[in-house]
């Protein structure tokens, strides 16, 4: 055969295959019988063997997996993979919509979807073709997943058309259906093995597999929700969507335009109730602003975009026994009553604990050991006890008192004032606190020491070779080695990890400290703002509170932390291992302080930047972005669109109306 000819039959059968995959996992309309797709899966796969240099990652034959293990490579997202806020009510709807409306000052469609329980993924696909599929991760990196990913079978590896954007990237949610779960579980149990809990975990730990072919026979499925890129066809997230199912991407058909909150209602309660008919779980609707131009508009928070918000249906309820509560030490000294349960069944998972949070819990629910209790799987993944059936309630049940001592060191439990936790104070000498601070200074999203999980540092304290954070710093070679299931090639690795930590950047340096309320966010924002650790240090109370976004609690804790000489110690010696405690030189490249006390307040869309750029130059120029119009506000740096009640405000307390120009012009 010559060679035009092999290569034009080898392209006509995976096109055709192409078809019969998209008519049977996207339509669930198939037109050829299971038996003939495989025998044309089978003549492809022979011509493939055959000529190699025909070879295409995005064939139908690459669907069926590969036994190759392989590591996951990490990959930063293009754009960060931000999550949603929540909200349980239709009053946090109506907030939602009040907010939004205050912002873009316009009516604006919403459009509802079905909130799938599955793990996250992102697809991109240049002239056609998927060239990679990335986790979530930590949403600003997260593992190369495409081999797995090219295994399921309603994603498309090339697109159908051609009128779709040369570069774009699609989002949406890894599922196993339910079928597939039970049958897996079925499979497992006959062969005597443990069972999975739910659909959303196998998923997640499916995709995570290093053999692609043991995904493949997972029948994992997968919805698309929300498209990013340049050139995107439409201004409305719906209509987006509309074409992407053109070009061959599953796009539930649930997905709705709704032009007012009442039809946003009547779709939530619909889906409360048919979801249970659906083959996949469910565990909300997401309410979407459908314009992208009002999306740009509304930018985001650090944590989730100010355009969309996710309402969780009301969780399922059940009844069980209280057997006993044990209490836990957290690693700021906070005792965590937990409840021990008879175990139950709950939206797919078995439960055997539930979180009873605090002490006045304890006390509101008048909790008594062998009550019977109602517990709930809401928005966390920790169920809850919501409530008791008092009049199952045998006399002699004894009530729960929450404890005095700490069950770990026994020092007394103290409760700060205006706080709901009982704390241990044993700060140094407590082992879960000790172990808790050191858990999260190598953790990922501390200083993400390849090697150093939870189960390590564990052995390292219990074996007495680590005692404090510095302490990671002198380990030996040998010492790490001589761990249970560690060879001499794990030990090295968490060498080199620990010399990689000089290369992390302040703000996680300042994160892994665990000093409380400074999470991920609010360290970056006191590093960009302060730049060094002695000026964090030496940073009044005020001058704290005085800073975009930290209230009086954060500023409280960080005085309180760096006054106490053992943790100064701590930051020479980390300074001595070379860890970083000052903004990278990078980052305050082009840093000014142009804007320096100004206040200013964005409103409408431009031509140049988004208002996300807008806000970032605004900070780096050391201005402040305001929310609100008011005496204090500086200048209006106003759009196109913007709203006439704010122009009509902003011209009454006589605030400088400012155009993107003349912004650009400020900053030259
Ligand atoms: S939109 C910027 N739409 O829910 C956020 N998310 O907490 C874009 N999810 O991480 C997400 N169904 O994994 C969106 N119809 C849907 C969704 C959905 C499920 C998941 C997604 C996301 C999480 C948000």
């Given at each position: 055969m010559i060679s035009e000819e092999t290569y034009n039959i080898i392209t006509a059968l995976r096109d055709e295959l192409a078809e019969h995959n998209y008519n049977y996992y996207?339509?669930?309309?198939?037109?050829?019988?299971d038996f003939d797709f495989d025998m044309k899966l089978k003549e492809l796969e022979k011509l493939e063997v055959e000529f190699p240099?025909?070879?295409?990652?995005?064939?139908?034959?690459?669907?069926?997996?590969?036994?190759i293990s392989k590591d996951f490579e990490q990959v930063e997202h293009k754009y960060s993979m931000l999550s949603l806020s929540n909200a349980y009510s239709e009053e946090e709807i109506k907030d939602f919509d009040t907010r939004v409306k205050k912002i873009i000052e316009t009516d604006c469609e919403y459009v509802c979807e079905l909130k799938f329980d599955g793990s996250s993924i992102s697809l991109t696909y240049e002239n056609g073709e998927l060239i990679r599929a990335v986790t979530r991760g930590d949403g600003v990196k997260g593992d190369d997943v495409t081999t797995n990913v090219r295994?399921?079978?309603?994603?498309?590896?090339k697109l159908r058309?051609?009128?779709?954007?040369?570069n774009f990237e699609i989002r949406g949610e890894i599922v196993m259906p339910f079928k597939a779960f039970d049958e897996l579980n079925a499979e497992l149990e006959k062969a005597g093995e443990q069972l999975l809990a739910n659909p959303r975990n196998t998923s997640a730990g499916t995709l995570k597999m290093k053999n692609s072919k043991v995904v493949a026979s997972r029948k994992l499925d997968a919805y698309l929700y929300y498209m990013l890129g340049k050139?995107?066809?439409?201004?409305g997230h719906f209509e987006n969507l509309q074409k992407a199912k053109e070009w061959g991407f599953k796009i539930s058909d649930a997905t709705k335009i709704c032009k007012n909150l009442d039809e946003v209602f009547a779709f939530i309660k619909k889906w409360d109730v048919d979801?249970?008919?659906?083959?996949v779980a469910t565990d909300g609707v997401v309410i979407k602003v459908n314009s992208k131009n009002l999306q740009e508009n509304l930018g985001f928070t650090a944590k989730s975009p100010r355009w969309a918000i996710a309402y969780k249906f009301k969780a399922e309820s059940v009844s069980t026994i209280l057997k006993s509560v044990a209490y836990q030490v957290g690693r700021t000294g906070a005792v965590t009553p937990v409840a021990n349960l008879d175990a139950v069944q709950i939206a797919g998972t078995v439960v055997k604990r539930a979180s009873l949070h605090n002490a006045d819990i304890i006390q509101n629910l008048d909790l008594h050991i062998g009550d019977t209790v109602f517990v709930e799987k809401g928005g966390e993944i920790i169920p809850k006890i919501t409530g008791v059936?008092?009049?199952?309630?045998?006399?002699?049940f004894p009530p729960v008192i929450f404890i005095k001592?700490?069950?770990?060191?026994k020092s007394l439990l103290i409760r700060k004032e205006g706080e709901s936790a009982f704390y241990c104070p044993n700060e140094d000498g407590c082992s879960p606190q000790i172990k808790g601070k050191m858990e999260h200074f190598v953790s990922r999203k501390g200083m993400?020491?390849?090697?150093?999980g939870q189960e390590t540092v564990d052995l390292l304290y219990n074996e007495g070779f680590?005692?404090?954070?510095?302490?990671f710093f002198q380990l030996e070679k040998e010492q790490l080695a001589s761990?249970?299931?560690?060879g001499e090639k794990s030990a090295l690795r968490i060498l080199d990890g620990l010399k990689a930590?000089?290369?992390?950047?302040f703000e996680r340096v300042l994160f892994s400290?665990?000093?409380?309320?400074?999470g991920e966010t609010v360290a970056k924002i006191l590093v960009n703002k302060l730049h060094t650790i002695e000026k964090i240090q030496t940073a009044t109370l005020e001058e704290l509170i005085d800073?975009?976004?930290?209230g009086e609690k954060i500023a409280e804790s960080v005085v309180d932390w760096f006054s106490i000489e053992k943790h100064l110690q701590l930051i020479e010696k980390l300074k001595n291992y070379?860890?970083?405690?000052?903004?990278?030189a990078k980052h305050l490249?082009?840093?000014?302080?142009?804007?320096?006390?100004l206040n200013i307040i964005i409103s409408g869309t431009f031509d140049t930047h988004s208002r996300d750029e807008f806000k970032k130059m605004i900070e780096k120029n050391g201005g402040k972005n305001v929310g609100s119009i008011s005496k204090?506000?500086?200048y209006l740096l106003a759009g196109k669109n913007i709203g006439p009640s704010k122009l009509e405000k902003a011209n009454k307390l006589k605030i400088t109306i400012i155009s993107e120009n003349d912004f650009l012009k400020m900053l030259n």
């Amino acid at each position: 055969m010559i060679s035009e000819e092999t290569y034009n039959i080898i392209t006509a059968l995976r096109d055709e295959l192409a078809e019969h995959n998209y008519n049977y996992y996207v339509l669930a309309k198939p037109i050829i019988s299971d038996f003939d797709f495989d025998m044309k899966l089978k003549e492809l796969e022979k011509l493939e063997v055959e000529f190699p240099k025909f070879a295409d990652p995005n064939s139908p034959t690459q669907r069926v997996g590969s036994d190759i293990s392989k590591d996951f490579e990490q990959v930063e997202h293009k754009y960060s993979m931000l999550s949603l806020s929540n909200a349980y009510s239709e009053e946090e709807i109506k907030d939602f919509d009040t907010r939004v409306k205050k912002i873009i000052e316009t009516d604006c469609e919403y459009v509802c979807e079905l909130k799938f329980d599955g793990s996250s993924i992102s697809l991109t696909y240049e002239n056609g073709e998927l060239i990679r599929a990335v986790t979530r991760g930590d949403g600003v990196k997260g593992d190369d997943v495409t081999t797995n990913v090219r295994t399921i079978k309603s994603i498309p590896l090339k697109l159908r058309g051609n009128n779709y954007p040369v570069n774009f990237e699609i989002r949406g949610e890894i599922v196993m259906p339910f079928k597939a779960f039970d049958e897996l579980n079925a499979e497992l149990e006959k062969a005597g093995e443990q069972l999975l809990a739910n659909p959303r975990n196998t998923s997640a730990g499916t995709l995570k597999m290093k053999n692609s072919k043991v995904v493949a026979s997972r029948k994992l499925d997968a919805y698309l929700y929300y498209m990013l890129g340049k050139d995107l066809p439409m201004d409305g997230h719906f209509e987006n969507l509309q074409k992407a199912k053109e070009w061959g991407f599953k796009i539930s058909d649930a997905t709705k335009i709704c032009k007012n909150l009442d039809e946003v209602f009547a779709f939530i309660k619909k889906w409360d109730v048919d979801r249970h008919k659906l083959p996949v779980a469910t565990d909300g609707v997401v309410i979407k602003v459908n314009s992208k131009n009002l999306q740009e508009n509304l930018g985001f928070t650090a944590k989730s975009p100010r355009w969309a918000i996710a309402y969780k249906f009301k969780a399922e309820s059940v009844s069980t026994i209280l057997k006993s509560v044990a209490y836990q030490v957290g690693r700021t000294g906070a005792v965590t009553p937990v409840a021990n349960l008879d175990a139950v069944q709950i939206a797919g998972t078995v439960v055997k604990r539930a979180s009873l949070h605090n002490a006045d819990i304890i006390q509101n629910l008048d909790l008594h050991i062998g009550d019977t209790v109602f517990v709930e799987k809401g928005g966390e993944i920790i169920p809850k006890i919501t409530g008791v059936d008092s009049i199952k309630r045998h006399p002699m049940f004894p009530p729960v008192i929450f404890i005095k001592n700490c069950p770990e060191c026994k020092s007394l439990l103290i409760r700060k004032e205006g706080e709901s936790a009982f704390y241990c104070p044993n700060e140094d000498g407590c082992s879960p606190q000790i172990k808790g601070k050191m858990e999260h200074f190598v953790s990922r999203k501390g200083m993400d020491i390849d090697g150093l999980g939870q189960e390590t540092v564990d052995l390292l304290y219990n074996e007495g070779f680590v005692k404090e954070i510095t302490d990671f710093f002198q380990l030996e070679k040998e010492q790490l080695a001589s761990l249970e299931r560690m060879g001499e090639k794990s030990a090295l690795r968490i060498l080199d990890g620990l010399k990689a930590t000089i290369q992390v950047p302040f703000e996680r340096v300042l994160f892994s400290l665990g000093i409380r309320f400074v999470g991920e966010t609010v360290a970056k924002i006191l590093v960009n703002k302060l730049h060094t650790i002695e000026k964090i240090q030496t940073a009044t109370l005020e001058e704290l509170i005085d800073i975009d976004e930290i209230g009086e609690k954060i500023a409280e804790s960080v005085v309180d932390w760096f006054s106490i000489e053992k943790h100064l110690q701590l930051i020479e010696k980390l300074k001595n291992y070379g860890l970083q405690f000052k903004i990278d030189a990078k980052h305050l490249e082009g840093m000014t302080e142009k804007l320096k006390g100004l206040n200013i307040i964005i409103s409408g869309t431009f031509d140049t930047h988004s208002r996300d750029e807008f806000k970032k130059m605004i900070e780096k120029n050391g201005g402040k972005n305001v929310g609100s119009i008011s005496k204090k506000t500086s200048y209006l740096l106003a759009g196109k669109n913007i709203g006439p009640s704010k122009l009509e405000k902003a011209n009454k307390l006589k605030i400088t109306i400012i155009s993107e120009n003349d912004f650009l012009k400020m900053l030259n």
